[in-house]
T-cell receptor, first 115, second 117 residues
Framework: AQKITQTQPGMFVQEKEAVTLDCTYD???????LFWYKQPSSGEMIFLIY??????QNATEGRYSLNFQKARKSANLVISASQLGDSAMYFC????????????FGKGTTLSVSS | GAVVSQHPSWVICKSGTSVKIECRSL??????MFWYRQFPKQSLMLMAT?????????EQGVEKDKFLINHASLTLSTLTVTSAHPEDSSFYIC?????????????FGNGTRLTVT
């Protein structure tokens, strides 16, 4: 079974609008961490934001925020005020405390921002 | 901080030859490094966990004799693709954490694009 599910292969948004990228996860470990990464066409992986399973508040980092709904096992990334430079592939990833320190990635969502 | 350097960025080799990819943590020590493989427009698939001073742990389905991993020091891990074939053509990317903590993100190298002709 997939541990990380990203159901949107592609998303399109206009500049300055907000966009939500979906991510659901599956784990029986009570201690886990959720990460979002951005991968531009150059291939580098850029860390955006982190949410821990015990965190009470949704994580925020600049224009990025995470809509964490623990009961639903979802961790959606919200990008506010989209910019052309946000066009990239976005990956949701999880680390389970009991599974060691590797990250397991979802299939990704390609975001295209137009002017 | 937290810079991971990967070399080479791209390599083209002939079928049957071996290719070595280096991954270095430039400003921190990494007891553990991770090697991922990515096909075009697909996810990153964990290949193996590289542990300094000990044998790598390979994921199911990854041939350990084909993908040799050596973690000789706290700042260097290498992946050698032995007897490469066209189906080994892919994007290989290494990563490491500054700390082995749940909330510590992985920092990635810029990846190596391998083409086997």
């Amino acid at each position: 079974a997939q541990k990380i599910t990203q159901t949107q292969p592609g998303m399109f948004v206009q500049e300055k609008e907000a966009v939500t990228l979906d991510c659901t996860y599956d784990t029986s470990d009570p201690s886990y961490g959720l990460f979002w990464y951005k991968q531009p066409s150059s291939g580098e992986m850029i860390f955006l934001i982190y949410q821990g399973s015990y965190d009470q508040q949704n994580a925020t980092e600049g224009r990025y925020s995470l809509n964490f709904q623990k009961a639903r096992k979802s961790a959606n990334l919200v990008i506010s005020a989209s910019q052309l430079g946000d066009s990239a592939m976005y990956f949701c990833a999880m680390r389970e405390a009991q599974a060691g320190t590797a990250l397991i990635f979802g299939k990704g969502t390609t975001l295209s921002v137009s002017s | 901080g937290a810079v991971v350097s990967q070399h080479p960025s791209w390599v083209i080799c002939k079928s049957g030859t071996s290719v070595k990819i280096e991954c270095r943590s430039l400003d921190f020590q990494a007891t553990t490094m991770f090697w991922y493989r990515q096909f075009p427009k697909q996810s990153l698939m964990l290949m193996a966990t590289s542990n300094e001073g000990s044998k790598a742990t390979y994921e199911q389905g990854v041939e350990k004799d084909k993908f040799l991993i050596n973690h000789a020091s706290l700042t260097l891990s290498t992946l050698t693709v032995t007897s490469a074939h066209p189906e080994d053509s892919s994007f290989y990317i290494c990563s490491a954490s500054i700390r082995d903590l749940l909330n510590s993100p992985l920092h990635f190298g810029n990846g190596t694009r391998l083409t086997v002709t």
